[in-house]
């Protein structure tokens, strides 16, 4: 058993990569795998003509939106 320095779970050896000469990483290769999820960028969405027509006739629901400012009466 051997405590992973970013998660702090302990965790047995086969959880650490190898690390060649100086044996295991200090993480684990999930903290690995998220930390590579991470740095990597996200691919772009795809649009969708029927998610863009559904989502606004969500939005115009209950009418058009009117741009005034919002006063709280006390």
Known sequence: M??????HRRLPLTA???AGKR??????????????RLRAPLPPIERNPLQ???????????????????RSHA
């Open 52 to 70: 863009v027509r559904l989502n606004n006739t969500i939005n115009l629901w209950h009418g058009p939106v009117r741009r005034v400012l919002l």
């Open 2 to 7: 051997k405590t992973c320095t970013k998660c």
């Open 23 to 36: 044996g295991t990483e200090p993480a684990c290769t999930p903290c690995q795998n998220d930390a590579r």
């Open 16 to 18: 650490f990569p190898s």
